[in-house]
């Protein structure tokens, strides 16, 4: 072996304890910014609500590497009971000590760790959106304009190589979208794309109670349960009634999207999107999106961000309103082999 790299392994994975708070926020801290880790930088308290506190039928694990007093390393991961993945949330090792095998023997112990947690029923550790731990992270060179959800690993950062090289394999990409809304305009696609539609009789509008109906026989024919609940208790009488935006034929809902709000970085957010499937294919879906970048700017958003497949046809909506990619991120996973320890 060679003496140089023996002479540097002293140090020891132990259990994060609440003393390694400090060190430990500031390790992360260290990791992002500029040309590093695109992670929203962390106080103790956000990384302990983060990372440590427990959340119901999810179990955290946390490990630290330590050289004598010092923190050089941490590991995050979750189990959600009786899954049969375990998710690894990250590795960081300090700059200092990488390329020395801190972060590969981290990440050998989260995996036997959570090997642990889940006995038998454990067949794979994945890195992506299903995550219960959700890192917020913030678009390169904005002030702060960012995404509550990282759906896999950044392929731009070091760890997408290290865990490659440590057996993770790639599953799917994910891309993220960006669109600031300060000077959003329809692009001129989507102003042609909208007098079609209006020869036809079908326009974008608010939705309103009183005047639209065929809001329930539209989610019907979506499907999603999610929307169905989300919709319909926004525009009940007692309900929050944030704008809902439609494509409406004579008064008929045959699309919506929203219900649409700001979030306190400023970013647009909307539950859903879909159209009735006897209207797809008539362009409304691209006009709608670009409908809703426009009425969340009217509301007060400064930004949209977003996250879909490399290969989901929905990437044709997002680019047709003219957002970019940011980041790509690779949902990774290794299967978990039943002779380790
Ligand atoms: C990624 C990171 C955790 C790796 O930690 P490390 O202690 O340097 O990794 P190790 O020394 O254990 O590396 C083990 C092997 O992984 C691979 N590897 C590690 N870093 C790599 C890199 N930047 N590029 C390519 N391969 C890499 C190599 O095969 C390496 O073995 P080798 O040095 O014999 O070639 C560290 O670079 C880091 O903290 N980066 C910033 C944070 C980050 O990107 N975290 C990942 C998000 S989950």
Redesign the pocket.
């Known amino acids: 072996m060679n003496p140089t790299i023996s002479e540097h392994r002293k140090w020891t994975v132990e259990p994060f304890t609440d003393s390694d708070l400090m060190s430990a926020t500031a390790l992360w801290n260290s ?1 992002c910014g500029p040309g ?2 695109v992670y929203q930088p962390l106080s103790p308290e956000m990384f302990r609500t983060l990372l440590v506190d427990p959340i119901p039928g999810v179990s955290k694990i946390n490990r630290v590497v330590r050289d004598g007093q010092r923190l050089i ?1 941490y590991a995050g991961g979750t189990y959600r009971n009786q899954g049969e993945q375990g998710y ?1 949330t ?4 300090d700059e200092s ?9 981290l990440l050998r112990r989260l995996e036997s760790d959570l090997r642990h947690l889940a006995g038998d029923r454990l067949n794979r550790f994945e ?1 992506m959106f299903f995550n219960p731990v959700a890192l917020n992270w913030i678009v390169p060179g904005t002030l702060g304009h960012d995404h509550p959800n990282s759906p896999g ?1 950044d392929v731009a ?3 997408y ?3 490659k ?2 057996g993770y394999r790639d599953i799917v990409y994910q891309n993220s979208y960006y669109q600031s809304l300060d000077h959003y305009q329809y692009p001129a696609e989507i102003q042609t794309r909208l007098q079609r539609l209006a020869g036809q009789g079908i326009h974008i509008t608010i939705f309103d109670p009183a005047v639209h109906d065929g809001m329930e026989a539209l989610l019907d024919d979506l499907g999603s349960d999610d929307w169905r609940q989300i919709v319909m208790a926004n525009i009940a009488p007692d309900g929050p009634r944030h704008p809902v935006i439609i494509v409406e034929h004579d008064n008929k809902v045959c699309g919506f999207t929203g219900p649409i709000s700001v979030q306190p970085s400023g970013r647009g957010y909307f539950a859903g999107i879909g159209i009735h499937s006897g209207y797809r294919g008539r362009g409304a879906g691209k006009v709608l999106f670009s409908a809703l970048c426009l009425n969340l700017k009217a509301i007060g958003a400064s930004f949209m961000t977003l996250f879909t497949g490399e290969t989901n046809p929905a990437r044709n909506i997002y680019e047709a309103a003219g957002f970019k990619i940011v980041r790509t991120w690779a949902d990774m996973k290794k299967e978990v082999k039943s002779n380790e320890p």
């Not at 000590?97 to 023997?105: E, F, K, N, P």
């Open positions: 990791c590093k880790l390393g690894v990250i590795v960081l090792v000590y990488r390329r020395q095998g801190v972060g590969a023997t890195i690993v950062c070091d760890g190589l290290f865990l090289n440590q």
